[in-house]
Each structure stands twice: as structure tokens, then as C-alpha cells.
């Protein structure tokens, strides 16, 4: 069984196209078909917390009838980001980093520890 502590990026992006291409489902996997996809599925993680409180969330993501339900959704996010990854040639983990870096510059900790304004407001 996969884990994260002994799974790689390159082997997620890898079992998700060899099930893509199991499928011949390549043909469909347009970035924007993908990005789509990838929308509507964030959208279906949303549901499991829409109209409760932040701190409801917490209990709901633990509530053990509920917790494969949002896994499952969790999952499918990932695996469209993934699939769009391997369409787009894009490499993830460099993406990652380059991103980091950036929010590093427009998040300094000295002023966006503890805040959850946006950079323009810091």
C-alpha cells in the first residue's frame, strides 16, 4: 500500500498515467478538460464543509463516517493535478518550490506570521 512517507512524486504522477493510459482515457486529458475536472472535484470537497464553521471542519474531517468520503475527494483533487502534471509536462515539484519562493517574498514571516491578510495588506 502507497504512503506518503515512502511514496515519490515521480511515483504518484506514474501509477496515475499508467491508469490513464490503461484506459486510453490520454485522448480526454486536455489541460483545459483536466483543469475543469480538477475544479469540479475541489468543488466536491467543498460540500462536505459547506455552511459550518471553521472550527466544525476540524470535527468533521475526523468524524470516522465522513472521513473516506473526504479522502476520497482529497483524492481525486490530487490525482487530476497530478494527470494535468504529466499532460502538461510540467515538472511539480519544481512548480512547488518556484511557488514557495514566491509567496516567501510576499509573505515575509516577520510580517504575515499570525495574519491571514492578503500580501497587498501586510
Request: proline share 2%.
Amino acid at each position: 500500500m502507497m504512503q506518503d512517507a515512502t511514496m515519490t512524486v515521480a511515483g504518484l504522477r506514474a501509477r496515475v498515467l499508467a491508469f490513464a493510459r490503461e484506459r486510453d482515457w490520454e485522448q480526454f486529458h486536455s489541460p483545459k478538460n483536466l483543469s475543469m475536472a480538477l475544479a469540479a472535484e475541489a468543488g466536491e470537497l467543498m460540500e462536505h464543509f459547506l455552511w459550518t464553521e471553521s472550527a466544525a471542519s476540524n470535527a468533521i474531517v475526523r468524524d470516522p463516517a465522513k472521513r473516506e468520503l473526504i479522502a476520497d475527494e482529497l483524492a481525486d483533487v490530487v490525482i487530476y493535478a497530478l494527470e494535468f502534471a504529466n499532460i502538461s509536462d510540467l515538472d511539480l515539484a519544481a512548480a512547488i518550490e518556484a511557488k514557495l519562493a514566491k509567496n516567501a517574498a510576499k509573505y515575509p514571516v516577520e510580517k504575515a506570521r499570525g495574519r491571514s491578510d492578503k500580501y497587498t495588506e501586510l
